[in-house]
């Protein structure tokens, strides 16, 4: 599964962050062993585009989100945002660019001070950058909290502590605006919130992106989620990326065997439907040591030779679809057995 290719990456269109070939590897003691976190992946973004990164948990898509930001910064690869290396930056422009890039994590409280007052968290960001006097920032803090549905006036006297989980998130969102950033990187955002607050969260996001003039990486392993913010999804495992497509085509006609997979693990709220049983068994390989050829061949009911000794590449296989697989469920080279 998960191959190499840019065949998906587009030249048309006001494309704000382009990735090519990113690479992040971690080294495993003194083994000389190292993890194979990502594994050259390319990957765009228009701007006001939302790109949702799907995958099982370990695939590689926190660290990707990370990367982007350098944080670390890739073992190789490029990262072009607004036309800018950032690869190639020093520190101090690395922290200037980071100001037009922010990113939501997932655990909301534990990624707030608990020591700080919630609107000094919030305004930090305009005092270390001196953006306006106090009058102002107290402003933009105030607006931003009403904005995202947090008390102004309790925020200027409680802690982190003093907030449920989802009102936790909505401080990080609040947060992560006060810069003006154009890029947001959502790592999980709705993941530790229960689902009914992950519907107003959502909704929040897709608001503030229309607002501000977002752009949006939304990463998740809940595909029935990002269904609902994305424009394009991309499908990662094991550090590749296996499918890159527009969300509705996505979900309509998922190509590849693994994205049929999680797909059909999306529970569905009916007692009289029955659950669907999938083909797939076993673990995901190490990432220490990937299998050879197609990384998925593995766990793949439609793996052939070709999987195990040649890795595939992104292809297209319908308009805007592309799949990195021998054997597509549609297009061409599809097996009797899967047909």
Partial sequence: MAGTGKAHLRTEGDVLLRVEDLVVEFPVGRTGLKVNAVSGISLDVLRGETLGVVGESGCGKSTTGRAIMQLPR????????????????????MREARTRMQMIFQDPISSLNPRRKVRDI??????????????????????????VGIDPQRAAESQPHQFSGGQCQRISIARSLVLEPTLIICDEPVSALDVSVQAQVLNLLEDLKAKHGLTLIFIAHDLAVVKNISDRVAVMYLGKICEVA????????PAHHYTSVLLDSIPVPDPSVAATKTAIEGEPPSPVLPPPGCRFHTRCPAA???????????????????????HPLYGDDVPVSVA
């Fill in 122 to 147: 919030v305004t930090e960001p305009l005092a270390i950058w001196k953006r306006g006097n106090s009058t102002e920032q107290r402003a933009k803090v105030d607006a931003l909290l009403e904005e």
């Fill in 74 to 93: 890739p073992t190789s690869g490029s990262v072009l945002f607004e036309g800018r290396q950032l690869t190639d930056m020093s520190g101090d422009d």
């Fill in 304 to 326: 052939t030779d070709v999987c195990r000794n040649e890795e595939p590449k992104l292809r297209e296989i319908a308009t805007a679809h592309f799949v990195a697989c021998h």
């Fill in 246 to 253: 527009p969300s509705d085509d996505l979900y309509r006609a």
